[in-house]
């Protein structure tokens, strides 16, 4: 075990030591000569009107809560999941699946939940302002 | 990866009379060389093949000057790019900007530690081989994330916030279709996965029944939205945010995160191939080991390969979605029928533990029906559009 987590850290470093060699090399050959227009940030040509770093939509948030909700139930299948064949082989199949559809079924209630309050649509249609 | 070594530094083999520890890290210093050298390769040759297939698509003839029909051209774009100046904005947080690059680097080369390219050859078979491919690939993510944040600017920003919402949406599709074929195979194992499969097409999961043959499709389709491929390719749509969020990354750096983008097609096929469509499976034709592991590379290396060209074919030819209908697509639709389809798959498991040849078989005439009918499609389309087309990729 310990022989092939140290090969996954060893791919992992080696991900990181390509890009370092790579960008190593670069450094000796490339030309530099920064100067102030081209180093400016690039908005179509224009001068940059201000920072870029704002609030940006709500909905991306929204996207990200709903995700960690299912990921983390994604992630609590996997278990049962590895271990459906022996519930299976044993005879206890019917049970395992039951108690994974319970699961399911809640989960799916949120997911109804979200889509009925129409946070899935990317396109809210606002309340026209009397 | 670890019999193997153990086997060398046996008394009579080639490292015979080496330490133990010495001989791990010989073994796996060399197999990590192969492997960086072969993951350059493919991200590197993919994008010339990509570029020849949408010029072939396009009735274009592509890039062909470099070298014979124009495979070298990857290596000149790699000098190109080498000799590029680099450009980091004033504005930008220099700190993320420079690591970025770094962290896709890591994700991606991450994942080809549990790639099986052979019997015996994988570099780590973890007991969570699949788990750690989706946790390792995500690492993406964060880098473009990082990239589109750091660069402060508005394209990149857009780009970087689109793909992060994009990748993680489709996660969960994916996860799903992999927990399908899990189900299964009672193993995390990306070896196990493949030795529960067999050679002969019949023997593959794809059509082991309906379930896992949806699972095929939603797996792959989600992956091309993680991959971020036309038609899910939002984050680098050219023509509205430049190139998302690579827009202020400029020769080298901006070459690591296209080099990623080819390589992850790869492992896109990779992975699909080890569950779905029997990994490395050959007959036994030969005695020799070495012979066969070739041949099982081959084998492995070609559907996955074919896999690629079909995220190619797609590119060349559907449309690019807007945002609104790719999260549509994600959460009404890929993720219901994931949820019931792995109900399903659960079900029938349970009525079938020994799986169904009358099902099997007719799951491999429905396939190869599906498969002529979509041939024929092709082939009466290009006789439509063009009259004297001949299918030569080189004409």
Known sequence: ?130 | MQQFADGLMEPGGPLAGISTPLGYVLVVALFAFLILNFIMLVAGVTSWVERRVWARIQSRIGPNRVGPQGVLQWLADGIKNIMKEDIVPEQADRFLFKAAPYLTMMGFFGAFACIPFADGVIAADLNVGVLYITAVTALVVVGILMAGWSSNNKWALLGGIRSAAQIISYEIPAGLAVITVVLFTGTLSMQGIVEAQGAAPWKWFLFANPFLFVAFFVFFTAALAEGNRTPFDLPEAESELVAGAFTEYSGLRSLLFFLVEWGNLYVIGAVATALFLGGWRVPAVTDNPVLLGVLQFLVFFGKSYFLVFIAMWVRGTLPRVRVDQLMSLCWKYLVPISFVNMLGAMVFFVLFPEGSPVVRFGMVAFGAALLVYFLSRVVFHIRRARPEFHLSPFA
């Not at chain 1, 690039?42 to 909700?69: D, H, K, Q, T």
């Open chain 1, 1 to 130: 075990m310990e022989f092939q987590l140290a090969n996954v850290l060893v791919y992992i470093l080696l991900g990181a030591i390509t890009a370092a060699l790579m960008l190593g090399l670069g450094w000796l050959l490339r030309p530099s000569n920064p100067e102030r227009m081209k180093l400016s940030t690039y908005e179509c040509g224009e001068p940059p009107s201000g920072s870029a770093w704002i609030n940006f939509n709500i909905r991306f948030y929204l996207i990200a809560l709903v995700f960690v909700i299912f990921d983390v139930e994604v992630a609590f299948i996997y278990p049962v999941a590895a271990t459906f064949r022996h519930y299976v082989t044993s005879g206890q199949g019917m049970i395992a699946f039951t108690e994974i559809f319970v699961f399911l079924v809640i989960l799916f209630v949120g997911l109804v939940y979200v889509w009925a309050k129409r946070d899935l649509e990317w396109l809210k249609r606002v309340p026209p302002v009397a």
